[in-house]
């Protein structure tokens, strides 16, 4: 059986071979770059490359990893874009195999896990609403889904659900009375409508972020996911990680705009001497190197408890907030020292930045996370 | 005669009637919005509301304003990205018209700044080539001009020439031995040749910024702009003003973003608070007041110097730093500000930001001018 | 009369030669060189160098200088920290003369602002309050005047009070009722008591800032300062000045810490370079400059706001907050450029590091003008 | 035997109860708490609470713990700046333990390593040298060592010797032809001097920051310490630890200034809320706490590199360099959060980001260590 440092070889290997090229021919731009069928395409190459699935359980085809040995591994694939997409491990779709894992009955794992971990079908996580509904404070929620025979009638609608165009079912957060309840559904079903794209700076999320809706979409009985009334809960379970692997694959983005960057510099004179050579260059080299070095820290900290078997939401969240903000500044430099080019298609930096600069954001933007940081500080400190 | 106060006013009513409807649908791509025949139909418009050209000499039907007078009537077309093309005061061309009206002959002025400054033409300015010829260090300048008969043959390469599809005129930096010269050349002229654009970060340049190629390009000696060898010297005169109506542009498109913004959080509500009323949204729209206020305060502070007759370097090194990294802060702030939807097309945060962030690169790096400001204060402080 | 160009250049003059030596003689601590008697000398010789008192009004044998003027004058004497007591500028007698001249009966002038003035005597502003009294929140004053017969009973605490060890007078902010009103008392009368020096990061404040305890302290009606229960608006007119001043007189401070630093790296070599001339250090010099530009352009704003007769509560809450921070960071670099050195008394640059440190309190805390400062924009852009 | 988290507990338990209260009498000034003779009691105290050299092998009477487990006990001691006096494990003594528990011959075992250890005597690291000797460029070495009879003549200025006066002994560095090599002396040899401290920011230094001079000052041949020519190379055995627990101590000094900070917001209102409750408030909790788990991760990073045997130069530049001024970061955001009080001497604060605030510069300042991380990564990613 391969060692991590195996697998992130081969990984960094079949990811410069196989997804670099097409990633920079197509600006980092799925959809232009084929979609579902170009996500075939790489991802029967990358079981064939024996790097399918690092994250997915090895009783559904995946290696199996945990945490800490995921991150460099998808680390190693973000430095594509569509890295993580031939690996299957993009999101929402790696969350949602963690969390189906967790929570999914016998016939949940084989309707919708199975084919989930082996790339057959994408997933949708179906969470967040237009305004005034559930944002960056879930408690909002506005989605209700109420009791009908066998089951239960959803009626709502959502946005930003991320992959929703193509995918072959969804996990829906839904209002169960005072509490909150998660659903599954395929997206062929009665009541169940994608909407259009919201047009966003990235563009490398398969599927896009999209508009739902629900009229009365009847989910029977069994497929609820987890508890009814323990929604939030249950999503809790997807939180944590999910976090950490969207710090892992912007890692390796950033890194890539980093080195770009470097070998830039390394290449170009001016002003009689080698960029690289100047100390504000040094400067903003340097920052990188730290940058870079302090996400990773922090990064495999948060891993650690949470292979623990913690929920580990003080370092998931430092980890997110740091390593959200530290990565788009690298990005960000990065298009500095590649002065004008940095601003162009020629060189991949600036739709790097582009990319990662919704990390900010997504997943709870820094100034919840802070929030929650700080009130969890007095707590600990002040009792 | 209107004063400063009614141009700005009439100004800022165009652009909201006129502009910005038309720049919120393209998002802020003016190839998309139909590129020339589009700015020939804004400009029309603009003549109509008696705000075209500002910047322009009286005799050549602008408005005759100074830098100060300048100042708020370009913040206030800036506030849409369509907004100084329809004024015809947009990039190079505005620079243009100052450099041409300081050193063209009679016959120049009619063939090339007359047109011009009514928009019947667009112009370029070939400056920058490709490493390692003159970027951020103009010293490395490569194209030449060699002597001819009657006049001279220029060939090299240049790129990022702003505008250059569809400018109707040149003005061409080359060596003439181990000074430098600029030239004057009608577009269509054997031996210039327009190249592919590359593709950039903004989109709201019109003719985008381009390769270009002289190939014993002629151009005879009443087309030398200014004196033979003193080229460097004649774009000085272009320099510190071109920086500083950047920073006048940009400076309302940052203003537009944080506007929006505010207005957003000032109407969504979360963790049972108004947005606008939460600590942290509360220091980002400070934050942003600030760095508008220290950006217009700094512009000002240059302009007094530039219409006082002086070259101030300083000042516009000094507001052209600040102001290019303050302006991109306020952007990268109201898309935070925003969430979400700040990431997305359904608000214009995200395209002002795009747009203003090479500002930090063009026109020289932040790193240059710091490099060229310490450099002076040593030799002030230390003598 | 001199002009303004004349003033500051006759100021920075006397600072370097009658000030300055002692200054760093005694590391900034006005207590150590001598408290009032040496104020006393230094004054004189201000009066004699023809640069005594530039706010005060010509009848007072000042200068008579509006905002604008003074700038550069103010920043000349805070080149030195003990140059603002030189000029009898120095806080918070310089504001008290200001709220005088505004308000003041004639014989309140007589007895209190003539001989504060002439640097006869010292005064303080007795506001802030030990928690939870009055601190960056006025609202919350808790110390109280009550109706006695022919005048009023004063009684609570005030800390942090400026310059009141040696005040011949002071002016106290109580609460009359729902109101505030401000009184005058010399210090000398009963039931007024100066208690301990709470000692501070700063150093060269005359008199220290100190407990007070008013017991029973009567004033007469003739000492009300302005109208009954009109204290807070009264206050203002000394708020906006009074923070402008406070940032001219440590741009000059912060200016000399710039200064100092460049002819450091100046004047040493490592690594084959001399300092100066290395990248990281260019960048340092250059966002000084930057900082100190900025800070005097945005005050410049704020100044000629208040000569114009505004109460400018947006130009000075910026100015402050941002000279606040931006020559803070001037000083820190400075401490940076001049390595191990920077850190001790052996050069300048520390004691005026931390001699800035406050301001970024005083005067309201950032925080407290940034939520200021968002609230007006909220209001102004949303309406 | 105890294990670390038994070490750690009863660390910080000796630390409140022992060391805080004459920390805070004194203001962190050990000058004026008592010097040696309050060293030597809180040893006492220290060996009899079993927590006392955690860093020396066990057979000098440490606790004989490695990298990553002293990282949370000289956190706990650094908790006050006193604390690392008291437990043996102050720069330079602490390092110099660790230099010659490497290279020191039997007798220098005898004669220096274990009174120092045991805590009998202090030391001295006689480095660093007035310009334009060895500063940050440790290779302008100006110092020399001469052949003798039976040894070595010195000659030479340092200053900055930390500890120096009251030092037992010292290790010399001083230039050897070419190379530079390390000498041991005992403070009472003719030819050493130890002249006048260096007044500075820091005051927990036991001994000063000092001048020194050698005149002929003889050291035998025994008492050549690792091998002649070899001191830059002996010296980096000590560098990269004494990085790491200098950080160590400082994250215990920084920690301590935020829960004063956050018991302090939690304790006040303004504007009708509980400080803690306001964002602003929120957002310097959350990024204190940020900041110190960024440090604290990158120093283990560090630390695990260590024990592994390596060098571990980048992970140690990088820890010092973020942890400098990140620490730094913590403290003043302390101050700023306990407003006018954070800036006196009523709490510790002021006193925690003035010691704190020349780690930015000793060890290598920020800007040397990033021309070496850049340099490097130059190196690693173009090869």
């Given at each position: 059986m391969a060692t991590v440092e195996q697998i992130v070889s081969a990984t960094a290997q079949f990811i410069r071979t196989h997804v670099l090229p097409l990633d920079d021919e197509y600006d980092g731009d799925i959809a232009a770059a084929g979609g579902d069928a170009t996500r075939l395409r790489l991802q029967a190459a990358a079981r064939e490359a024996g790097v399918?699935?690092?994250?997915?359980?090895r009783d559904l085809?995946?290696?199996?990893?945990?945490m800490v040995e995921r991150a460099p591994v998808f680390e190693a694939a973000g430095y594509s874009l569509f890295g993580p997409i031939a690996l299957n491990i993009n999101a929402p779709d790696e969350g949602n195999v963690h969390l189906l894992d967790q929570l999914a009955t016998p016939s949940q794992r084989e309707r919708y896990l199975e084919p989930l971990a082996r790339g057959e079908m994408r997933s949708g996580f179906a969470m967040t609403e237009p305004a005034?509904?559930?944002?960056?404070?879930?408690?909002?929620?506005a989605t209700t889904a109420t009791r009908a025979d066998g089951g239960w009638l959803i009626n709502g609608e959502k946005h930003?659900?991320?992959?929703?165009?193509?995918?072959?079912f969804f996990i829906i957060m839904a209002r169960t009375g005072e509490q909150a309840t998660m659903f599954l559904a395929p997206a062929?079903?009665?009541g169940l409508e994608v909407g259009r794209h919201?047009?966003?700076?990235?563009?490398?999320?398969?599927?896009?972020?999209c508009q739902m809706r629900f009229s009365d979409l009847f989910v029977p009985?069994?497929?609820?996911?987890?508890?009814?009334?323990?929604g939030f809960a249950g999503a809790q379970i997807r939180l944590g990680p999910a976090r950490m692997t969207h710090v892992m694959r912007w890692l390796g983005a950033a890194r890539r705009a980093h080195e770009i960057a470097v070998a830039h510099v390394a290449d170009r004179e001016a002003f009689g001497a080698?960029?690289?050579?100047l100390g504000m260059m040094q400067q903003m080299i340097a920052d990188n190197e730290i940058d870079l070095a302090a996400t990773r820290a922090l990064l495999l900290e948060a891993c650690r408890a949470l292979d623990d078997g913690g929920r580990a939401s003080k370092e998931t969240s430092i980890a997110k907030t740091f390593g959200g903000e530290a990565l788009h500044r690298v990005a960000d430099r990065a298009v500095q020292m590649c002065g004008?080019?940095?601003?162009?298609?020629?060189?991949p930096v600036a739709k790097i930045a582009r990319e990662i600069r919704p990390f900010r954001i997504y997943d709870g933007p820094s100034e919840v996370h802070r929030w929650s940081l700080a009130r969890r500080a007095v707590r600990e400190i002040v009792g």
């Open positions: 399918f699935a690092p994250h997915a359980p085809g995946g290696l199996g990893l945990g005034p509904g559930a944002g960056a404070d879930p408690s909002a929620l930003f659900i991320t992959g929703a165009d193509g995918a072959g062929d079903r009665d919201l047009k966003s700076l990235d563009t490398s999320m398969l599927g896009g972020h009985d069994e497929d609820v996911l987890g508890e009814v009334d323990r080698r960029l690289a050579d004008g080019l940095g601003t162009t298609h020629e060189l």
